[in-house]
């Protein structure tokens, strides 16, 4: 009955929550119609719900160690399914997944195909065995279910001690690109700096998860949740109204996706885009002689670019401009061989890739031949096969099954989770498709004269490393598709501009994307906030501490963890779908074994756990590092033509085999162990 009664009262307040919000957008319609400066609706969005968030962390504060850890396990099925959909519905889903299906076609799908199956092997394999076991993280689970004779010093467990470490690493990059997500809208709808846009953000993460723990997070994104569905469903269904007049994307885009395979085929085969692609090409031919002739090239090149400077310094007719590009041009030379080495081969590869006719979005596997077409598709299966299993493992996700009353809430919460989930990915496909058929037939063609403003202002958010580029290459004044760069991380974001929408739906689209990248950061800063103080601080350092402390402990390592994050985010370490990728490999091979054997398989013992955890691991950091340009890597490193994305495809089988093998060499569990298995599985 009081279950009932905190279901009903959590109903009624969101739903006035809900109500309020669509008050708050009919308002700044209304604001924006009759003149309002749209930098001011841009602000009201973006300090409005940070302010929104700050105001439930500071509601929903506690020191109580059940309810910061585990929001005191009362939170109905339902809202925890939505508390975890917010917080699996990231940056990577928000602002990246759609860009990625935009720029790879059909390709792209691996993520969504990768992401929802994983969830089904939650709701099958982990969840309900996890909140049966009733801890507060991940690490306590494994170090339960593998204790050992390793004595006090690791806590009885030193299966504890590396999950731990792999929880921080897999998280850790996991929230740095959720950071960089944060300073990406910031930036653009406030005008700062990147990187004080980066700081502003974690301001309201820090509100949010250094006062309520667990609490206020859930709370805060269940209210996010509505925000992100608001945000990503409106532009899609006013796009697909105004391209095919069914307001119903989902069933409506296969119309568009027709047009847009005929748009295709005909600029594949126009002379002016064969012209351009043929600039493409020659630039990396010359790159790629650069890059045979190193190191001597290097000299020459640098050389060249002094002698350049000093000429139109020495030209009276020269303007200031021409000289500061020069000296640009001379500063941003490769400092060394070797920079140069990694710089050449970025950039040739860019040029190969616009030297390319248009990736069909419809066609599966696209390739010159059957090599490069079998290349692609192992690939996919890679990408589906490592974010199937990294979802399976990773920290964040499984610790919200632990905020549930009972293991039957549980099941109903991860029923509610894949809903809440697929109203998103179900419209994810859509809105890439009408966004590119808006800029093929809208932005290719234009003059270059009378290109639309939103092309200058978010080529000025980075000038660095800009998010949109269009050069007039074969200088005919007229914009051609492969004279246009685009980065897939602004394509959602940019999509209301793109689409000609009132201001205040981009407004509504920058405050969904910061809500999935803060509701994101939120859950995985606590995660390892609560690693490092329950499992090492506690259950290894002081296990006589009171509640108070360890709460305590926790929200001073949130707040160092969430500064080193936000520094390496500002660093602008890679894009964000590349991120998290990478953080899926991480937990499938290091934590998927040692979680499924130890609830499948009671012969799975303490010293298999740790070659599995220690073999997956460092297989799947080797390949990355082996295979990665920016760590010294090449593409010719690679095994059977797999990108370092899907690294998990070798450390997965590594750390089962390793688990395997060394659990059947040594003595089988104890009885404890066995019976703690038994009891966990028992229906």
């Not at 519905?89 to 790879?104: D, E, M, N, V």
């Not at 310094?313 to 941003?332: C, G, M, Q, V």
């Not at 002081?542 to 080193?564: E, F, Y």
Request: with cysteine.
């Amino acid at each position: 009955m009081k279950n009932k009664s905190f279901l009903a009262r959590l109903t009624r307040y969101y739903a006035w929550y809900t109500a309020g919000f669509i008050g708050f957008l009919i308002i700044l319609a209304i604001l924006e119609k009759e003149g309002f400066p749209r930098s001011w609706i841009g602000y009201l969005f973006m300090f409005a719900t940070i302010a929104l968030y700050a105001g439930i962390g500071v509601v929903s504060r506690t020191s109580d160690v059940s309810e910061y850890y585990v929001a005191g396990r009362r939170v109905p099925g339902i809202f925890n399914g939505m508390a975890t959909a917010a917080d699996w519905i990231s940056a990577a889903t928000f602002i990246s997944l759609a860009g990625g299906l935009y720029l790879q076609g059909f390709d792209g799908l691996a993520y969504i195909i990768g992401w929802t199956g994983g969830y089904c092997l939650v709701a099958l394999l982990i969840a309900p065995y996890l909140r049966k076991f009733g801890q507060y993280t991940i690490p306590d689970f494994l170090a339960a279910r593998y204790n050992g004779n390793a004595g006090a010093r690791f806590g009885g467990n030193p299966v504890r001690l590396l999950a731990v470490i792999a929880t921080v690493l897999i998280s850790f990059t996991y929230v740095v690109a959720q950071i960089y997500g944060v300073g990406l809208i910031t930036s653009r709808f406030t005008g700062v700096d990147f990187s004080v846009g980066i700081f502003l953000g974690l301001a309201s993460i820090l509100v949010c998860s250094f006062l309520g723990g667990m609490r206020a997070i859930t709370w805060t994104q269940v209210a996010q949740y509505v925000i992100i569905l608001f945000a990503y469903l409106i532009p899609v269904i006013w796009l697909s109204a105004k391209h095919t007049h069914n307001p119903i994307p989902q069933l409506a885009y296969g119309s568009v996706m027709t047009q847009l395979s005929d748009i295709e085929q005909t600029l594949s085969d126009d002379p002016k885009e064969l012209e351009v692609r043929n600039i493409y090409r020659a630039r990396a031919d010359l790159l790629g002689k650069r890059l045979n002739n190193l190191p001597q090239s290097w000299t020459q090149g640098r050389i060249e670019a002094q002698r350049q400077l000093k000429v139109l310094k020495h030209n009276s007719e020269t303007s200031l401009i021409e000289i500061r590009a020069a000296n640009r041009k001379l500063s941003d030379y490769p400092k060394s061989p070797e920079e140069a080495r990694l710089v050449w081969m970025d950039a040739r590869a860019m040029n190969l890739a616009h030297a390319e006719p248009p990736t069909p979005q419809a066609t599966p596997f696209p390739g010159k031949d059957k090599e490069a077409s079998d290349i692609k598709r192992n690939n996919f299966l890679a990408v589906v096969f490592c974010l199937m299993l990294g979802t399976a493992a990773l920290p964040h996700v499984l610790m919200r099954y632990y905020t549930t009353p009972s293991v039957q809430e549980t099941r109903k919460s991860v029923f509610w989770t894949l809903f809440f989930i697929l109203l998103i990915y179900l419209t994810v496909p859509a809105l890439a498709v009408l966004v590119k058929y808006d800029i093929y037939t809208s932005l290719v063609g234009t003059e270059y004269t009378h290109l639309p403003n939103w092309v200058s202002y978010w080529a000025n958010i980075d000038k660095t490393n800009p998010l949109v580029s269009i050069v007039d290459l074969n200088h005919d004044g007229i914009v051609q598709l492969s004279e246009i760069t685009l980065d897939g991380d602004m394509i959602v974001l940019a999509t209301p501009e793109i689409a000609g929408l009132p201001y205040f739906i981009s407004g509504l689209v920058a405050a969904g994307g910061l809500a999935a990248a803060l509701s994101t950061a939120d859950g995985l800063l606590l995660t390892i906030s609560n690693a490092l103080s329950h499992d090492v601080y506690y259950k290894i350092i002081d296990p006589v501490a009171s509640t108070q402390k360890r709460v305590t402990i926790s929200k001073l390592l949130l707040l160092v963890v969430a500064l080193l994050a936000a520094y390496t985010a500002s660093l602008k370490p890679g894009d964000i779908l590349s991120m998290v990728g990478a953080a899926f490999s991480l937990a499938g091979s290091a934590l998927f074994p040692a979680l499924m054997l130890g609830v499948f398989w009671k012969r799975a013992n303490q010293q298999g756990a740790i070659a599995g955890i220690v073999a997956g691991f460092g297989i799947c950091v080797f390949y990355m590092l082996h295979t990665l340009p920016a760590f010294g890597g090449t593409v010719a490193g690679q095994w059977f033509h797999i990108a370092p994305i899907s690294a998990g495809v070798f450390g997965v089988p590594a750390g089962l085999l390793a688990m395997v093998v060394v659990s059947l060499l040594t003595p089988p569990p104890d009885a404890r162990t066995m019976a703690l298995v038994d009891y966990i599985r028992a229906p």
